[in-house]
């Protein structure tokens, strides 16, 4: 796409269920504190999934897509953090009010009156987006554009997770997508062992996750050879709750990295005795990005991406939900 364009396309969601449709409108301008970017890339992650198939509901019509690696092509008078020309990030939250109770908490990622990138504001499944400067990143030089888009959801919210998930030694990745394979590598470069659990029988994501360093994988039906230290489930399975319960030793937490899940079956208290933690993770603080990405700068992750053009949205959209894509699935316009 040239700069010189004064349209931009994009792929929108007008009713969940129905396929995204091709749209053309103007570039917008600008408006004080935005910018406005040609995107080079945009990670279709699993959230997408539940906008699109109406498991969550947020503004429509809408473009999807909160993992956007793009050139500010431009900005604001009053936007100091960044120049025309530079390659930014944009992820999942997309703004915030800055006063409510969480707000002033330092809880950003809890407010009440949030922006969320691609689900209440226009995301990056296009040619170009605007976003809020002050909820942008800069990317890290080592990483192509494709390569960095899974970074801004599937790594910083699964890093969000990680952290959530403290100090665990033996820690289990139920769902082995785009998170857990940036997250087994952070992971592992931090010296834990790693435990992937995969849908029962899928051979192909074992040895996927066996490649990138986890001392083992097998079924999430399985029992590990060891109870683990603490558990991330990023697969949309409430089943794996209990599951993750019965395979954590006492005292250890499970998170929750995802933002819906199927219902959790009833289980027996005892399965949560002893200390054990559920808890779920949600959205991402602009101080979660910036530990992020700082840490990018010392740990060499690789992303493994298969990309679609931004025109097979639809395609990239029913891999991801029929498991079919080994790492992330991204657009490129
Ligand atoms: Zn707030
Ligand atoms: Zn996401």
Redesign the pocket.
Same mark, same amino acid.
């Given at each position: 796409m040239s700069n010189a364009r004064s349209s931009m396309l994009a792929m929108q969601l007008h009713r969940p269920g129905d396929p995204l449709q091709l749209v053309e409108r103007p570039i917008p301008v600008p408006a004080p504190g935005k910018i406005v970017i040609e995107v080079s890339a945009c990670g279709v992650c699993r959230t997408d999934l539940h906008v699109v198939d109406g498991d969550i509901c947020g503004n429509l019509p809408i473009i999807p897509g909160h993992e956007i690696v793009g050139r500010i092509i431009s900005q604001a008078d009053d936007v100091r953090s960044f120049n025309v020309g530079q390659r930014v990030g944009v992820p999942w939250l997309g703004h915030? +009010?800055?006063? $409510?109770l969480? +707000?002033s908490l330092g809880e950003?990622n809890l $407010? /009440? /009156?949030p922006q969320f990138t691609g689900f209440t504001r226009d995301g990056g499944f296009a040619s170009h987006t605007v976003a809020n400067a002050n909820y942008c990143f800069a990317i890290p030089d080592s990483f192509g554009d494709a390569e960095a888009a899974p970074l801004l959801c599937a790594g910083l919210i699964g890093y969000r997770s990680l952290r959530m998930a403290g100090d665990a030694q033996r820690i289990g990745f139920y769902g082995f997508g785009a998170a857990a394979h940036i997250l087994t590598q952070i992971a592992v470069w931090q010296g834990r062992e790693v435990y992937a659990f995969v849908k029962p029988g899928d051979r192909r994501s074992e040895d996927f996750a066996r490649s990138l360093g986890c001392s083992w994988a097998g079924g999430s039906d399985q029992t590990p050879p060891l109870p683990l230290d603490a558990a991330i489930i990023f697969a949309p399975v409430g089943a794996l709750v209990p599951a993750a319960l019965r395979a954590v030793r006492k005292g250890a937490r499970v998170i929750c990295a995802g933002i819906h899940m199927s219902d959790i079956p009833s289980f027996p208290y005892r399965d949560l005795w002893h200390e054990r933690c559920v808890r779920s993770v949600a959205n991402l603080t602009r101080s979660d990005g910036e530990k992020f990405f700082a840490l990018l700068a010392k740990v060499p992750v690789e992303t493994v991406v298969t990309t679609f053009p931004l025109q097979s949205a639809n395609e990239a959209l029913g891999k991801l939900r029929a498991g079919e894509i080994e790492g992330a699935a991204v657009l490129v316009p």
């Open positions: 915030t +009010c800055g006063h $409510c969480y +707000c950003e $407010c /009440d /009156d």
